[in-house]
């Protein structure tokens, strides 16, 4: 680990994960220690906790970058990282929708080919029962190590402007692994996470998701999944509206509730109830001009954390005119997830709301 090859003095690595672990320069790493990755990659910059975003059940967390590598790594005592990321690919259209700052929170390079799983292309390693139903993001595990691959955005548009009975029937064809196989590069960046790792202290109740009583009339709901929408843009688009519901911190402080990790990927009922009871101010209305359906929007993953996209659960089959009255400087739905059924297209047309696929 001491010695760094050209490559690596170049800024360019040969970053691989397999059952054996994390090698980099092919030196092997038994951890995500931080010490070791800066020893194979260099000295990183640091990014101080988010104390907005870091709020809640979990220990505040620190980005720790090596920009030149292309690599990322959350870690709450700047001693072990408890998620490795790696850049694979630039994605433009994902950079200009995400809501962050990416110049502060994500490398300034990328690790391109240089990044493997078990010595080959991302792709050859994902099972072909996982490439026929991707949607975002794919798992792989491998061992103790488990690898998330983030599609790019020019790779999932052929499933996320589907409808879901048409991505049913992609799944069961093979149309979706057979269009990841054609493009030329699938996947934005991984994840890389090491379960034998020490475990972290067990967070400690906050009672951070408490509701917020509203101050005057509160809007009315007759759809779950519109009300998602909404919620999604006032609470974590805009900000809103707070505290942030998180669902990690809620599982901790209600007893009976799935851990998040936990989750069978169908939507966790007493937060569905939350929301449902979430008092949202009428005053808020005028701020909601446009919607974005998308399947890693903020809410379904608090909703359903292990959330796969092969149900129904976030479709919005209608929108009554109640429910749409109370919008009226709403001009826009964008529908990126084909979560809008034909009715409800419908009465946002009626509506004078333009619906964007």
Request: proline share 6%.
């Amino acid at each position: 680990m001491d010695g760094q090859n050209s490559d690596a003095v170049a800024g360019r690595h040969r970053i691989d994960v397999s059952k054996r672990g994390l090698e980099i320069d092919g030196s092997r790493l038994t951890s995500l220690a931080i010490d070791e990755l800066s020893r194979a990659l260099g000295q990183p910059r640091i990014v101080a906790p988010d104390a907005r975003v870091e709020a809640g059940a979990k220990a505040p967390k620190s980005l720790v970058i090596w920009d030149d590598a292309g690599v990322w790594a959350w870690s709450a005592d700047l001693r072990s990282a408890t998620e490795l990321g790696v850049m694979i690919a630039d994605d433009a259209a994902w950079a200009n929708r995400i809501t962050f700052d990416i110049a502060e929170k994500r490398p300034h390079g990328i690790a391109a080919d240089g990044f493997t799983i078990d010595g080959g292309a991302p792709l050859a390693a994902v099972p072909e029962s996982d490439l026929r139903k991707a949607y975002l993001f794919i798992d792989v595990e491998l061992g103790e190590w488990d690898c998330t691959l983030m599609l790019t955005s020019e790779a999932a548009a052929f499933s996320r402007g589907m409808e879901v009975r048409d991505r049913l029937a992609a799944i069961d064809s093979g149309a979706i692994a057979a269009d990841l196989r054609l493009q030329q590069t699938p996947f934005r960046e991984a994840s890389i996470m090491h379960r034998a790792a020490a475990e972290t202290p067990a967070p400690q109740p906050t009672r951070s998701w408490g509701h917020t009583p509203a101050q005057g009339p509160v809007l009315h709901f007759d759809t779950p999944a519109f009300a998602y929408a909404v919620v999604q843009h006032l609470m974590y688009d805009r900000e809103l509206l707070g505290p942030a519901f998180d669902v990690h911190a809620f599982a901790v402080d209600t007893p009976g509730v799935t851990a998040p990790l936990d989750n069978d990927g169908t939507v966790i009922p007493e937060v569905a109830e939350w929301f449902a009871t979430l008092p949202v101010p009428a005053s808020l209305a005028e701020q909601v001009e446009e919607l974005y359906l998308d399947g890693g929007n903020d809410i379904y993953l608090q909703l359903a954390p292990q959330w796969d996209g092969e149900d129904e659960a976030f479709v919005i089959p209608t929108i009554s005119p109640q429910e749409l009255a109370q919008f009226p400087r709403l001009t826009t739905v964008e529908d990126m997830g084909g979560f809008l059924g034909d009715e409800a297209r419908r009465q946002l047309a009626e509506a004078g709301v333009t619906v964007v696929d």
